[in-house]
């Protein structure tokens, strides 16, 4: 079966400081890859996604930056965190013509 | 631009009575519909989904029903329980290869015993 890691579940920055968080998916291949935020009582922010290795869509202009580096790898990386940055930030993967399947997210605070 | 957002932000019910969630979207060329729960902390869980060619699909003790003239999705659930008490969200994509699921902004559900 699919498994989708995210990793680490929280993390505390000061503002400045670059960022890397990490999604893996097992059990599939190349997956659609997805990189969600959303903040304190939100909605889902699509940031950034991937249709296949080194192909990136990003939907908000904005501090962040993504990479696909494997075809079941998906980095969300910033090289100076604002404080605006603090979020929930969820990591999704779907086949084609199916639901997303999420990770269980990284809170992110910026201090 | 073009969204899916939720008629209200919140909901609240009794235990036991039935619940029903709304949605409105305005991307005409959507065809995939898919409502979400998300409890505190935890990231969204698929509850069940329906694509364009349909007006209605069942689960358990969820129908979700579309109604594409007036682009309007909605999540019904049965016998409402504690355990029910969410935020949920729908989301909309077209139904073809490498578009994303966009998301509308939620309706977080009480449910009081």
């Known amino acids: 079966s699919q498994t989708i890691h995210q990793w680490p579940a929280t993390l505390v920055q000061p503002v400045g400081s670059p960022l890397s968080l990490e999604c893996t998916v097992e059990?599939?291949?190349?997956?659609?890859l997805y990189w969600y935020r959303q903040a304190a009582g939100r909605g889902l922010q699509l940031l950034f996604y991937s249709v296949g290795i080194g192909q990136i869509s990003s939907e908000v202009p904005q501090n962040l930056s993504a990479s696909r580096p494997q075809d079941r790898q998906f980095i969300l990386s910033s090289k100076k965190l604002l404080l605006s940055d603090s979020g929930f930030y969820l990591c999704?993967?779907?086949?084609?013509?199916?639901?997303?399947?999420f990770g269980q997210g990284t809170r992110l605070t910026v201090v | 631009g073009e969204n899916v957002g939720l008629h209200l932000p919140t909901l609240s019910v009794q235990e036991g009575d039935n619940s029903i969630i709304n949605c409105a979207y305005s991307n005409s060329a959507s065809d995939y519909f898919i409502w979400y729960k998300q409890e505190s902390g935890k990231g969204p869980q698929f509850i069940i989904d329906i694509r364009s060619n349909m007006d209605k699909r069942q689960g358990q003790r969820v129908t979700v029903l579309l109604n594409k003239t007036v682009k309007h999705l909605s999540l019904q659930i049965a016998a409402t329980q504690p355990g029910d008490s969410a935020v949920y969200f729908c989301?909309?994509?077209?139904?073809?290869?490498?578009?994303?699921?966009?998301f509308g902004k939620g309706t977080t559900l009480s449910v009081s015993s």
């Open positions: 999704a993967w779907t086949p084609d013509r199916a639901e997303a399947f």
């Open positions: 059990g599939t291949s190349n997956p659609n």
């Open positions: 989301a909309e994509k077209r139904d073809q290869a490498g578009t994303a699921l966009i």
